[in-house]
């Protein structure tokens, strides 16, 4: 039986030799080591030779069996290494020629849309002020006109934290008396962009986040004259200078009187297409007269103190002057759409 292990190393080595692949490999190593391999049959009769014998046996035995495992370590690593090479042959890398240009980052649309009209209204006079996300109800509410189960509170679907009168706010107007009790009697002239948060379905027009860009002027002889000066500016500035609009009157608790603004339609020159659903117009911001009530709130004397505000969407108006079909894209980060920008 020693002369068959002698013969096994033999046979095993030869046969390794000339495996030139994996499934060769695999195939040699089910033959040679595997559970129903000879040498493991051999190992097991180990019991049935007299005891003088056995020692000597199971010596070789392992010894046998090691030279075979260590033939297949060395021939996995020569095949590997042989694999490598050829593929270094076969894929040579240049590496004189220049790298790949790494791609540079941008601003996102709403940024971009966001600094756009920050940089208009600065050119008018006006300072940037930035208010918190996280407000009271009377911030959000009360001080602008709405107090308590006024039915207007339900034209904002807002979230509730877990503090009784804490909330995030719906829109950026509670900026309004925050600027207003810091700077009175003095004038002010200031837009407030941020984000705000309404509990809303998420679909192709509305999301649940949003920026919005406020503006407010207040100060003495203010009049609608100037609301709607300021925004004509706007919105020639934004468009072009030879774009047209309209105001239509509206409501809103915290201006009086109020109105929406609308621009021409820039897809169809108000002859009617979908974009503007067959009108002719795009509103793009609603606005009005600061209301007494709001003013006092805020530490004016609206015996002497007039002012105008007004409040837009830039994602609204980067839909429409971009003509972005889904409001869901800005937040979705899909480079395909991003890189447009």
Not at 20 to 29: I, P, R, S, T, V
Not at 209 to 220: H, I, R, T
Not at 284 to 308: A, Q, W
């Amino acid at each position: 039986m020693l002369e068959r292990l002698d013969q096994i190393e033999a046979e095993g080595l030869a046969e390794l030799e000339v495996a030139g692949d994996e499934e060769a490999l695999q195939a040699w190593k089910t033959r040679y080591l595997g559970r129903s391999a000879e040498l493991g049959r051999i190992t097991e009769s180990l019991r049935e030779l007299p005891k003088d014998e056995r020692p000597a046996f199971g010596r070789r035995a392992n010894e046998v069996k090691g030279a075979l495992e260590s033939a297949l370590a060395q021939r996995e690593a020569a095949l590997e290494q042989a694999s490598l090479d050829r593929n270094l042959t076969a894929e040579a890398l240049d590496v004189t020629l220049p790298g790949r240009r790494i791609v540079r980052g941008r601003l996102h649309p709403a940024t971009q849309m966001l600094r756009e009209i920050s940089t208009i209204f600065a050119k008018m006079g006006f300072q940037i002020y930035r208010s918190r996300e996280v407000e009271t109800d009377d911030f959000n509410f009360g001080f602008l006109n709405m107090p308590p189960y006024h039915p207007a509170r339900d034209q904002w679907d807002t979230f509730f934290t877990g503090d009784p009168g804490i909330v995030l706010r719906t829109h950026t107007s509670p900026g309004q008396i925050h600027v207003m009790r810091e700077r009175a009697p003095e004038p002010i002239r200031v837009i407030l962009p941020g984000m705000c948060y309404r509990y809303e379905q998420v679909t192709a027009r509305s999301e649940f986040q949003f920026n919005q860009v406020e503006g407010l002027a207040v100060g003495e002889h203010i009049t609608f004259a100037d609301l709607k000066g300021t925004l004509v500016t706007f919105a020639r500035s934004l468009f072009g200078e030879g774009v047209r609009t309209r105001f239509r009157a509206s409501h809103f608790p915290f201006t009086e009187p109020s109105a929406e603004m609308d621009i021409e339609c820039f897809v169809c020159q108000g002859a009617g297409c979908s974009v503007c659903k067959k009108t002719g117009w795009l509103e793009i911001l609603g606005c009005g007269m600061v209301h007494p009530t709001v003013l006092v709130n805020g530490g004016y004397d609206p015996e002497l103190n007039s002012g105008f505000a007004f409040g837009m969407g830039p994602e609204r108006i980067a839909m429409l002057k971009y003509r972005i079909e889904d409001i869901r894209y800005f937040w979705a980060n899909d480079l395909r759409f991003l890189e447009q920008f």
